[in-house]
Structure formats: C-alpha cells, structure tokens
C-alpha cells in the first residue's frame, strides 16, 4: 500500500459520546465519521478492537481475534427488532465524560442476552447471515466462544484455575464442554457477529466518504485468553498451564522499574515451523476491519525484554533476538501474495530503539512514530519536525501519554521555554500549536488524539502506564463535535496539502 499524505485523528470508538454509557459502533459513531470528513481528515485511528479485560485495557484482550461486545450498538438492534426502547427502563444514570466499566458491563452484558434471546424469532436472512458469519470465521471464533463459555461456568477465573483436562484440552473434555455450555457457546458467536455485522458496517461507511481506518496489532497477547489457551505450544508455558517468562521493558521514560506487562511470551521457533500462520491469520483478519495497522512495540520483533515468571518488577530481566526479518518476509509473502507494494503497517518504534530495530524497520520501508511532545529537550531531538523524513508518521501526543495541554503545564520550564521558541507561540494554545507543528511537516501521516484537538487537560489523559485504575475511561460529549473545528482543522489540512 502507498501512503499518501494525509491526517487524521486518534479517538478510540469507547470515547464516543452517547446515552449508554460508553463510545458505541452507533449513530455517533457515524456522525464522528460524517465530521471527520468535513475536516478534510483522511485518517482515524483506533485502538485495539479485542474483547477486553482485566483493567479494561484494549491491550490486554480476551482474543486477539475477536471484536469488544461493549462496542455493539443498542440502536442498531433496537432497528433489528432484537431490543425495544422498554428494554431501556432501567437504564443507570451514566456519567456522560467518563466510562464506568463496572456500572455499565453487568448492565450491558444483560441486554445483549435478552438481544440473542429474541435473536431465535429473527427473520430468517438474518440466521443465515450469522450461520454464514461463524462459518468463514470458524478458525479462531470456535476455540473462542468455548474459552469465554468456559470462564462464565468458573466464575470468570483465568484458565490456568480450570481442571486439567480443560487445561490440557483433552478431546472428551472439550466434547463435553461443548454440549454442556451450548447455548453460552452460541450467545458468545452471536456477539461476535454483532460487533463484526455492525463494525463492516461503519467501515465501509468511512471508506466510501475518503476516511481510512488505522487499526493496532499488539505484539503481545494477554495470558487470559483463547489465544494461550487453544494454542499453549505457540508460547513458552510451563507444565501447570503458567507462563515461564513474561514480557516487559526495561526501565524507561514512563517507568523507574520498567513496565512489567506479564504477557508469555512467543515460541518463536515454533512459529517459524507453522510458516507463522497464526500470525498470518492474525493480519488477514485485523485487516478485514481495517486499512492500515500500527504494529505495536515493533521493537520486539528485534529483540524483546525477558522477565522471569513471577518477577515483582521488570527491573532485572535480558534482552532476548526476536523472529526479524524472517516474520516480515513470511508476512510480505504471505499478505502480499507476491505482488509488489508493502505492508500497510506503521511500526510503533518507540522507547529503546537500537540499530537492528532500524534496520529491520527501514529494510521493509515502514514508517515509524515521532512523538512532538517528546521532542523539546534539545534540537538535535529526532522527534522536532526539522529531524522528521517523509516515511514517518508525526503525533502530537499518543494515549500513552498526557494531554498536549496537561504537558505543558507540567513539563519543565527549560523545555517548555524551548517549545516556545521553537514553534515561535506564547503558548495560549499550547495544543494546537502542537497539531500545526505536525501538520506542516514533512511526515506523510500527522495525526492528533481528539483531545489535544479539544485542548484538553490532563483530565481527559486517556492511560498511564503502570498505573491501575482510571485508564482508558476518557469520553468526548455530544457538542464537542462543532462546525467550527471542522473549519480549523480543514484550514490546515488545505495549508498543508493533507
């Protein structure tokens, strides 16, 4: 795929504003796209899609395959007939700028089961729509709906506290399993259905108006999921089902003590043995959602940062040489099918980044992030315009980090004097100086979070690494969406030629 120069925003579907509770794949969602459109943007990026759960990050998912339930619109099944507005009696009280994810799961999850409760007197299209749905996507959906079945009968305990026959997936006990929880089975299909039936939906809608959709491939995948358990020889998992090593990095920007993130980690070999076809299908699908991907921590495929199973902190680990070149050519080969042209991804090279991280990055012409609010320490900083190369993608800020705002009334003095001067603003409007600052480079994608587009403080950060609790709860409201932003971003995006 070529790039071609374009921006965008970054606003995860969860931030959408709304009646229930959290951003949806609903009308807001469509007139997100209808406004993102009339800005001249050609870009919007989400984060990860996954069904998500401990701590509600994105990052950490039950599948790296399968979609979030809680994304699924109640309007759209309000229309299909599977929910009527009486449905909605006792609908809580929302907060309208922030996500309670206990309040609104238990709630949510209760009307998606009256939904597939009803989903039996549908009309007879729609059945075969789903039948059609779960056959092309049997692979990964199967193993799925069992996994999520399955953690329902424990009490949502992790797999690794199950029995050892369903550990272990012996045959009889997974046969038994499946008649015994056959109609969670069903139910756990029917959301995935949903989600994928409403999200093509989206898409094409975003597609058809100039909008492409940047999605995100963690490298990683959490050890609570269908992914561990159906495939436990594709990671280094120890007799009892626990991981033997885990993933992290080093001591960092974000961290003193490094960033512990427990994820197992890769049997890379084995991986190399199967031709990586669970990576290969794992591509083919995150690319039936979206465009392009942004390959998170892309440093990882180099070289990886190995903790021991059961480390406090991820302070004393090793660094260990990831799958390289061989993984991107199997997915060139694989994705590609032997046409020319490159991976539509963007490689998230950030953090600790060494010579074979470039080479390996450069080698397959991947564009890789520069972060504008990282960059005012000196002007030698790769991340200052003047230092960017057309194969880049320029952010003001990410999710990772705070607010363009709420850097600024933080950072050091010396830094935010530099700032100033090097984008010769008095800071009034810290923000956009930022998002003209990325804008007028030579970046061929510039992409800010809706929040440094909102001017946003610090309150609306939407994670902080290795902080639990209060992440990934940011929502945008109803009447952010004005005519008048539209209008300032689209004076830029024609200034700059994007």
């Given at each position: ?30 007139r ?7 800005s ?45 507005k ?34 039996s ?8 729509e ?11 959906l ?10 329902e ?48 939906k ?8 100039g ?34 090593v ?7 920007y ?20 199967t ?7 794992r ?14 921590h ?29 993984f ?55 991340f ?20 363009a ?35 007028s ?35 945008m ?22």
């Open positions: 795929m070529k790039f071609e120069r374009s921006g965008g925003i970054l606003l995860h579907p969860t931030s959408l504003p709304g009646p229930y509770g959290i951003g949806d794949l609903g009308p807001q969602a469509y997100f796209v209808d406004w993102l459109a009339s001249g943007c050609k870009l919007w990026q989400v984060l990860p899609l996954g069904p998500t759960g401990y701590g509600d990050s994105p990052y950490q998912c039950f599948s790296a395959f399968a979609g979030n339930p809680y994304l699924i619109s109640f309007d759209a099944l309000i229309e299909d007939g599977l929910l009527t009486d449905d909605f009696a006792d609908m809580p009280a929302f907060d309208a700028s922030r996500v309670d994810f206990g309040l609104l799961i238990p709630w949510k999850l209760g009307l998606l089961q009256k939904a597939f409760s009803r989903f007197s549908a009309p007879d299209a729609l059945h075969a789903y039948k059609k749905f779960c056959k092309q996507n049997a692979s990964w199967d193993d799925y709906a069992l996994f999520m079945a399955l953690k009968a424990h009490g949502g305990g992790a797999w690794n506290e199950w029995s050892e026959d369903l550990r272990k997936r012996k045959p009889a006990a997974l046969k038994k399993a499946r008649a015994e929880h056959a109609e969670r089975i069903q139910r756990h299909c029917f959301y995935q259905f949903l989600f994928f039936r409403q999200w093509h989206l898409r094409d809608y975003a597609n058809a108006r909008i492409k959709i940047i999605g995100d491939i963690p490298i990683f995948i959490a050890y609570d999921s269908a992914d561990a358990w159906a495939n436990a020889e594709l990671f280094f998992l120890g007799k009892d089902s626990l991981p033997t885990v993933a992290g990095v080093p001591p960092d974000f961290s003193a003590t490094g960033q512990l993130w427990g994820n197992p980690l890769y049997r890379w070999k084995v991986h190399k043995e031709g990586y076809a669970w990576w290969l299908e591509f083919r699908t995150t690319l039936s959602l979206v465009d392009i991907v942004r390959l998170d892309f440093r990882g495929f180099a070289g990886y940062w190995e903790v021991k199973f059961g480390a406090p902190t991820a302070e004393h680990g090793r660094w260990v040489k990831g799958p390289g070149a061989d991107f050519r199997a997915m060139n080969k694989g994705l590609l099918k032997g046409k020319n042209g490159r991976l539509p991804i963007i490689a998230e090279d950030l953090g600790l980044i060494t010579p074979d991280v470039v080479k390996l990055r450069d080698d397959f012409d991947l564009p890789g992030m520069r972060i504008l609010q990282f960059g005012f320490d000196s002007a030698k900083n790769p200052l315009p003047h230092n960017y190369i057309p194969n880049c993608v320029a952010y003001t800020g990410s999710h990772d980090n705070d607010t705002l709420g850097w600024y009334r933080t950072a050091p003095e010396h830094e935010k004097d530099f700032a100033r001067r090097y984008l010769r603003v008095d800071g009034s409007d810290f923000a956009w100086d930022l998002i003209r600052g990325i804008w480079s030579v970046a061929v994608f510039a992409i800010t979070p809706m929040q440094d587009v909102l001017s946003l403080g610090s309150e609306a950060r939407m994670n902080f690494p290795s902080k639990l609790g209060g992440n990934w709860e940011w929502r409201r109803e009447s952010d969406l004005t005519p008048q932003l539209a209008d300032r971003l689209k004076e830029l995006n024609e200034l700059y030629l994007r």
